[in-house]
């Protein structure tokens, strides 16, 4: 069972009690995008064996997004930090580097 803590009301809950929202760190083309842009939006997304950056929603508490970083073959959780930042706090990152060598958010970015 995969458990998650939510960084705003700071409770360690199961999956039953969330709602997952996709892949994290996703860049919206605007207006004026072309289709090809905007399908990659829609549709293209990544399915790591590895580190994977993952939105969630705490459906039964609070009701806020957050993200996570996990590990997709282990189910090991690096860690939770709000939605609204665009890359994931540095004590997350160096939890990811130790665990996975050569590892680098700039693959992600």
């Known amino acids: 069972m995969l458990i998650l803590t939510c960084p705003y009301c700071g409770v ?27 399908e990659t ?16 929603r705490h459906a039964y508490g609070c009701g806020k997004w957050f993200h996570a970083a996990r590990h997709t073959m282990t189910l090991e959780v690096f860690g939770t930090y709000p939605a609204q930042v665009y890359e994931p706090p540095e004590d997350i990152k160096a939890a990811i580097t130790a665990k996975v060598p050569g590892w680098s958010w700039r693959d992600f970015s």
Do not use: I, M, Q
């Open 41 to 56: 939006y829609l549709f293209h997304r990544e399915n790591p064996k590895g580190v994977h950056f993952e939105r969630w």
């Open 12 to 38: 360690a809950c199961d999956e039953t009690e969330l709602s997952p929202g996709g892949e994290a760190h996703l860049k919206r083309f605007g207006p004026g995008s072309s289709d090809e842009e905007f």
